[in-house]
């Protein structure tokens, strides 16, 4: 799971394996593949970050 933040400050985990595609519209926009969308404040790259993080952790 990953942490990021919603545009309201709170703090939720999301699971990075559900994601389908992050877009910057301005606000980062997390759709997922169930078709649920959340807009956070962290940038597009951020989220990129946590995901390549989140694997190197479960693979290592």
Not at 10 to 22: R, W
Request: no cysteine.
């Amino acid at each position: 799971m990953i942490e990021v933040t919603r545009l309201n400050d709170t703090k939720i985990l999301i699971n990075p394996d559900l994601i389908e595609f992050v877009e910057e519209t301005p606000d980062t926009v997390i759709t997922f593949t169930t078709g649920r969308k959340i807009i956070v404040k962290e940038s597009r790259q951020e989220i990129k970050n946590l995901v390549k993080l989140y694997r190197k952790d479960i693979f290592t």
